[in-house]
């Protein structure tokens, strides 16, 4: 064993010793760079260029490259990378993960190599967590492109495809990463092809790329329309359920979060439904509501897994403690829950388009990312992602003290004790930073504080919007901070608080509107003298804040920095180390120390049985912690189990979403060739023909000989579809014929009809036709095929029972569906182009379609308001007619 975390060690050493003799090149250059003037450093972009174009690699410009952009951060910014930031540049330019702790400035170590990489012109993409990140990354780091002659693009939720299009366009794009999935489906769904915004994907930089990668690994992103279903059912089922019994009626496995009816409980719901056989063929979809309503009941907890607010139910991110706003359960589960809270249901949805965040950051040709935490998941990704790990020292020590764990035999013994250590650090000042992993444990861990006197800020979902403001200030003098599951927050919390924040908080309180605060505070080119002033303002405020949080820092850090409590272990380890790295950035000092009982859902599903059964023989009572190494194995031992066994669902979902990507693949291919493509008579020309074929092989049966096929039976079908207005007295000439005269003379025929049509249309407007009827086709055949897919996928796990690899089952049968898809594609155009008769253009309303996104975190961009026009105000656009008779007939 330790051998083998020897050579793990070996390995990082020995790639830190190359990348050590890589920045010591780059330093060499610093003297030489540093004597440039500004037009001959901007210059260098262009002789980069130059150089690319007449055959140089990327890896051979990297030292100057690197140089140049650390250079130019110095005069714009006045940040100069340190020389693990440069360590950290390489990583992520060789398409790997640098796992760089917290506050050591992983925004700067990407300018590095997206500086490099755009001088190829194909386009990096830069992709946050959330809009706020992202916009402002793109701002503040876009000087150092900009002035470097490069353009930046930012890509953010409601922007139009022109914009898109232009943000696409540019050398470097920030984003999120459900922003660039959603616009690869969408282009994947585009009628035209002014409406594809994305180019090819390139290179991608994924920041806290454990959380995007892995955590949300097995979310899709879904594009759905609202399907036609009724919803009286779930509230009828919602009310069986509660009169079930647990055990007599169902049983629920919490380890393999399965809930299932006994034979007593589907005989008490068929009692209660009236119904005779709950699993007849007839029963199906109700079988489905009742099983979704047991899982909503049994295993969906309030204020743990979603919220109810403003009457909706709220998924609640079980990774960050985040409201995930928009997003749903899929299958009806959903609803399941809306009729158990007695919330209005919404309409059940039918998938337009899906891909998941593997499938889509697979298709990039390079891909690189940063995080605090990767190296315990670094077998995951580089099976499923190829890339590995490299973990890059911190700037200064890391002189943070982790203290062992505490073990408690009870929960409510436990939060005492956690109560006590809040009020001792508070009494002396010092800053806590509390973590725990549901809403439910924070709000009852906030009511014994307050029993106690201690002022403190709760963070968790319910109290989303402040988020940013609340752990910005968790350094400060005495702050004590609950905050549930505090993944990725990104913010940086600094000990004796954030100036920046502070000086918004005065700009505020001096009355200025949010709008001007969100330019003057952002790192853009101002709009107007009104925000060239506030900004002036601001600076004013931050130097004030800086002085005042600078003596407090020097007090916090006297009292030890920042101490972290966890309240409980998380099923994965990464995710205490993120709770744990918010303290100790950038050499200061801080503490940490996890509390944990045997009633806790890890200890409790994965290790806690024999401990019990030592603690009764001792006799321990409650409130006596457990220091013992037995207890500590359990925990880790608990941990990995748990992470092996998420691991082991990730890599199914993928095996089984592979099968589906593979014919995503094809269909977004061809698709994009059918959007680009001028002239498709050939495509057509060759669909016919198949069709053709294929109908004539069905008509004639096991028969080699004409004269014995149903000929009645063909000429109906085919005048369906590719023999319009074809006369029954034809049956009779083709009895005559032999067997490849028969396919040769229809082949034929259905040809000269189809290029009869040509000229009664007009060749454009048949190729116009075509392209339209093509798409709309796929389209439509491709979402039922989707929702085919998904009801095999739930329903082929039964193959087991009968010795079958249900996997093995799956690829084949998908196979097959998707050659019959395909079949029915060719059939449905070929019979649209032979019997649509155009008319004149009609304004059709879109579909109203739905995207499972986050509403997006940070502090949210305040949007200016625009003048509203009454109804009989004249109209804006210079009629000289009242609104309400001119534009503003179809608002």
Request: net charge negative; aromatic share 8%; charged share 30%.
């Amino acid at each position: 064993m330790f051998g083998f975390l020897r050579n793990i060690l070996d390995d990082n050493a020995r790639e830190l010793k190359k990348l050590t003799r890589q920045v010591q090149a780059i330093n060499a250059l610093e003297p030489e760079v540093s004597a440039l003037s500004d037009a001959e450093l901007q210059a260098k972009t262009g002789e980069f260029r130059r150089r690319l174009d007449r055959g140089a690699t990327l890896d051979e410009l990297l030292s100057e490259a690197f140089a140049v952009v650390r250079e130019a951060s110095k005069r714009v910014l006045g940040l100069r990378h340190f020389d693990v930031q440069l360590m950290g540049g390489i990583v992520l330019h060789q398409g790997r993960i640098a796992e760089m702790k917290t506050g050591e400035g992983k925004t700067l170590v990407a300018t590095l190599p997206a500086y490099l990489n755009a001088l190829a012109g194909r386009g990096v993409h830069i992709v946050t967590v959330n809009d706020y990140l992202a916009r402002r990354d793109s701002e503040w780091m876009g000087k150092i492109y900009r002035f470097l002659g490069l353009t930046v693009g930012l890509i953010v939720h409601g922007l139009d495809p022109a914009e898109r299009r232009r943000a696409y366009a540019a050398d470097i794009t920030y984003g999120t990463n459900n922003e660039f999935g959603f616009d690869y489906l969408r282009d994947n769904m585009a009628l035209h092809p002014e409406h594809v915004v994305q180019r090819d994907l390139y290179y991608a930089i994924v920041d806290e790329v454990d959380s995007i990668l892995i955590d949300e690994a097995r979310t899709p992103l879904i594009i759905s329309g609202e399907a036609e279903k009724p919803t009286e059912m779930y509230y009828t089922v919602a009310r069986i359920i509660p009169r079930l019994k647990p055990e007599e009626d169902y049983r629920v496995d919490e380890k393999a979060k399965v809930a299932t009816l006994t034979e007593a409980g589907v005989a008490k719901v068929e009692k209660m439904l009236g119904i005779d056989n709950l699993y007849d063929d007839a029963n199906i979809e109700l079988a489905h509501h009742v099983q979704q309503a047991l899982k909503a009941h049994t295993l969906m907890k309030r204020d743990r897994d979603y919220v109810v607010k403003d009457g909706q139910v709220i998924i609640v991110d079980e990774f960050t403690g985040r409201l995930m706003f928009g997003r749903r359960y899929s299958e009806g589960l959903h609803q399941a829950i809306e009729a158990k809270e007695g919330v209005k249901i919404e309409r059940e949805t039918q998938t337009l388009a899906t891909i998941t965040f593997q499938n889509y950051f697979r298709m990039y040709e390079k891909l690189a990312g940063m995080t605090g935490t990767a190296a315990t998941e670094e077998e995951e990704f580089r099976k499923i992602y190829g890339l590995d790990v490299v973990v890059i020292p911190t700037h200064k020590p890391m002189i943070r003290v982790d203290y062992p764990d505490v073990i408690y035999r009870t929960e409510k013994g436990k939060f005492q004790a956690v109560v006590e250590e809040i009020v001792e650090r508070h009494a002396k000042g010092q800053p806590v930073l509390v973590g725990t992993i549901s809403i439910e444990k924070s709000e009852r861990l906030s009511e014994m504080l307050k029993k106690r006197g201690i002022p403190h800020q709760v963070l968790n979902a319910k109290y989303h919007e402040k988020e940013a403001e609340i752990i910005a200030q968790a350094g400060r003098l005495g702050a004590v901070t609950i905050a549930t599951n505090m993944a990725g927050r990104g913010t940086d919390i600094m000990l004796g608080g954030n100036p920046e924040f502070l000086a918004k908080e005065r700009m505020r309180k001096a009355g200025y509107p949010p709008e001007i605060i969100a330019e003057a505070t952002g790192f853009g080119p101002v709009s107007s003298p009104e925000v060239e002033e506030a900004r002036q303002v601001y600076r004013q405020f931050l130097a004030e804040a800086r002085e005042e949080t600078e003596a407090e820092h020097q007090k916090v850090v006297a009292l030890g920095g920042l101490h972290i409590i966890g309240t409980e272990r998380h099923e994965s380890r990464r995710i205490d180390n993120q709770l744990r790295g918010r303290a100790g950035r950038q050499g200061d000092p801080g503490s940490s120390r996890f509390y944990i009982s045997l009633e806790d859902d890890l200890m409790r599903l994965f290790g806690a049985e024999n401990i019990t059964g030592l603690l009764d023989r001792l006799g321990m009572d409650d409130s006596t912690p457990i220091d013992h190494p037995l207890v500590s194995r359990s925990i880790e031992t608990a941990q990995k189990k748990v992470e092996a066994h998420n691991f082991d669902l990730r890599k199914h979902v993928l095996e089984y979403d592979d099968v589906l990507n593979q014919q995503r693949e094809i269909i977004y291919r061809q698709r994009r060739q059918v959007l680009t493509g001028d002239d498709l008579s050939s495509i057509i020309e060759d669909m016919i023909t198949t069709v053709v074929d294929r109908t004539i092989e069905r008509f004639a049966g096991d028969s080699k000989y004409p004269e014995e096929w149903d000929w009645e039976g063909f000429l109906e079908y085919a005048g369906r579809l590719f023999l319009p207005g074809v006369e029954p007295a034809l049956a009779d000439e083709l009895r005559k014929m032999e067997k490849d005269e028969v396919y040769a003379f229809l082949r034929d025929k259905a040809l000269e009809l189809y290029r009869r049509r040509e000229k009664e249309l007009g060749k454009e407007t048949l190729r116009e036709l075509e392209r339209l009827v093509l798409l709309k086709v796929v389209d439509a055949k491709w979402m039922d095929h989707l929702d085919a897919m998904d009801q095999l996928r739930h329903g082929i796990g039964l193959r087991a029972y009968g010795q079958r690899d249900p996997l093995i089952e799956y690829k084949f049968e998908a196979y097959q569906m998707f050659q019959e898809m395909v079949a029915s594609i060719q059939e449905e155009v070929v019979r649209y182009l032979y019997h649509v008769r155009v008319a004149l253009p009609e304004e059709r309303r879109p579909r109203r379609v739905v995207e499972n996104r986050y509403r997006e975190e940070g502090p949210r961009q305040p949007v200016r308001r625009e003048q509203k026009i009454g109804r009989n105000d004249p109209c804006p656009c210079g009629s000289g007619k009242k609104y309400k008779k001119c534009c503003g007939l179809s608002a």
